[in-house]
């Protein structure tokens, strides 16, 4: 059985849950979901026990303190740090590049959070049994309501027991159209988590985005080893185009596939994504933070305070978050446009 790397994509502000994430720690470096940070469970859901090797983080220079702080000396470890923000396709091209070309790459974002990290590890294994014969696979996040925030996968041919090619690659629908997928059952939600051989992504990168693949081949070729960093050449990465993997690979290859994965995820999109992944009383309110909380007829009310009391009376549906001085207060509804909020553009 081959061995998987995890390649752990950390970047982004997480301005969806200001003010708790802010751009100098964003939300990867909080514990929202339990005792530690999500970063610290994505690396926890990789343990060398269940055939994973030590991780490839690659992160942006301002939270590369955050990633050492969290990721410790894990021998044979490696930080690569992004001199410029240009999307996930080169992000993912500047592991692949540091990588054997026989090794099996673990594509996984830092701030989601899996409730279930024994189904996480099988199908990490059923995906690398597939990309080990040279499919590029997506996991197939199990849709459990009609979500138009994601983009979903459809579920193609079975080419194994564990695997399907994946038939087509859909952008954030509508509510009818998410409705539809929902009802069908043929469709999963694309949660940006992949796994490939190091040589089959790089050889469809190259042959469908040839200037990415060139620009981090060669800022590679150019970077320096500090200790555990890798710092590529800023010059030559910084005119790397940008492009999400999606684009630039997934959605052009003929060897698209997709594994089904059941396995309690969340993107801990908003506040609302994070209400969902926390317990909740009888009435469906939840508590975080150091403050005191009193609520009182309250139903669907999420309250995190880090000092101040917070007392809420007949409430539904309802997030209120203080953090320092800041205080934000949305209804459900709105926590899609919390990162429109001036405090959360301005942070």
Request: glycine share 10%; with cysteine; proline share 5%.
């Amino acid at each position: 059985m081959p061995t998987i790397v995890p390649v752990i994509l950390c970047g982004g502000s997480g301005t969806r849950l200001w003010p708790r994430s802010r751009a100098i720690k964003p939300k990867p470096f909080l514990p929202l979901v339990g005792d530690c940070t999500l970063f610290e469970a994505a690396l926890r859901r990789c343990p060398a026990s269940k055939g994973f090797s030590p991780p490839v983080v690659v992160t942006g220079g301002k939270h590369v303190e955050h990633v050492e702080a969290q990721l410790g000396e894990m021998e044979g470890s490696q930080v690569i740090v992004e001199p410029a923000a240009r999307n996930t396709a080169a992000a993912i091209a500047l592991a692949a590049y540091r990588l054997p070309d026989d090794a099996i790459m673990l594509v996984c974002p830092s701030d989601h959070h899996i409730g279930d990290a024994d189904a996480f590890a099988s199908t990490a294994r059923a995906a690398a049994d597939l990309a080990s014969e040279g499919w590029l696979v997506s996991f197939g996040i199990e849709a459990t309501a009609p979500e138009t925030g994601f983009g979903y996968l459809r579920q193609g041919e079975k080419i194994s027991d564990a695997g399907y090619r994946t038939a087509q690659f859909i952008e954030k629908p509508d509510l009818e159209r998410a409705k539809s997928f929902l009802a069908e059952g043929s469709y999963a939600w694309n949660g940006g988590i992949f796994a490939f051989r190091v040589k089959d992504f790089i050889a469809e990168l190259e042959s469908h985005r040839p200037q990415i693949a060139a620009g981090v081949k060669e800022a590679v070729a150019k970077g320096q080893e500090k200790g555990q960093r890798f710092h590529p050449d800023a010059d030559v990465f910084g005119n790397v185009p940008s492009d999400s993997v999606d684009y630039a690979v997934m959605e052009n290859t003929e060897r698209a596939a997709m594994v089904p994965a059941v396995m309690n995820w969340s993107d801990i999109g908003n506040w609302h994504a994070l209400h969902e992944a926390l317990e909740r009383d009888s009435s469906g309110n939840s508590v975080r933070g150091a403050g005191t909380v009193e609520m009182v007829d309250c139903r669907n009310v999420l309250v995190d305070t880090d000092r101040l009391r917070v007392s809420v009376i007949g409430l539904e549906n309802v997030i209120v978050v203080v953090d320092g001085d800041d205080v934000m207060i949305t209804s459900v509804a709105g926590t899609q446009k919390v990162g429109k909020l001036a405090g959360a553009v301005n942070q």
